[in-house]
């Protein structure tokens, strides 16, 4: 394999993986019974449950998920109508307001990380601790590179 062949695996690979997980978890999505949410706002829903120890404002949220503040002031809106979140006004500063999870976020976020937890057993049934070493390590690396280039388009050259 020559280094053009590699770069056009690696691609194809990447495009190809990436579009099979949303699809995979589009579909877990779908049989949890939640089909008013979209996987924008379940990931935005995980993030709250992530912060929510935290008492994650909408602020905390757009800094943890690297979007912009509009777009998650407009998603937990509707996740609000939709019954997932709640702002709760804080006791100490009634201008703070912050995003907890209802009963109902709090149930399709068990279901999303059950998810998660069967996806990644599932993944890593038919490797050996050895093989395990190796796609953590680049899969990190792979994860770096995209991190970095998210906060710096900068930071690499394409």
Do not use: C, W
């Amino acid at each position: 394999m020559g280094p053009d062949d590699f770069g056009e695996r690696l691609n194809e690979l990447i495009v190809s993986t990436f579009r099979s997980i949303l699809r995979v978890e589009e579909r877990a999505l779908q049989e949890s019974g939640s089909t008013d949410l979209t996987m924008s706002e379940m990931h935005l829903i995980e993030a709250v449950s992530l912060l929510q120890h935290a008492k994650a404002t909408v602020s905390d949220l757009a800094e943890y998920l690297q979007i912009t503040l509009p777009s998650v002031t407009v998603a937990v809106n509707k996740l609000q109508a939709k019954g997932y979140v709640a702002k709760v006004r804080a006791t100490s500063d009634a201008r703070k307001v912050y995003v907890a999870l209802t009963d109902l976020g709090e149930a399709v976020n068990e279901y999303h990380t059950l998810f998660h937890q069967r996806m990644v057993a599932a993944i890593s049934r038919n490797f050996s601790m050895q093989e395990k070493g190796v796609l953590l390590q680049g899969v990190i690396k792979l994860n770096d590179f995209f991190q970095d280039l998210a906060v710096d388009e900068t930071a690499y050259e394409l």
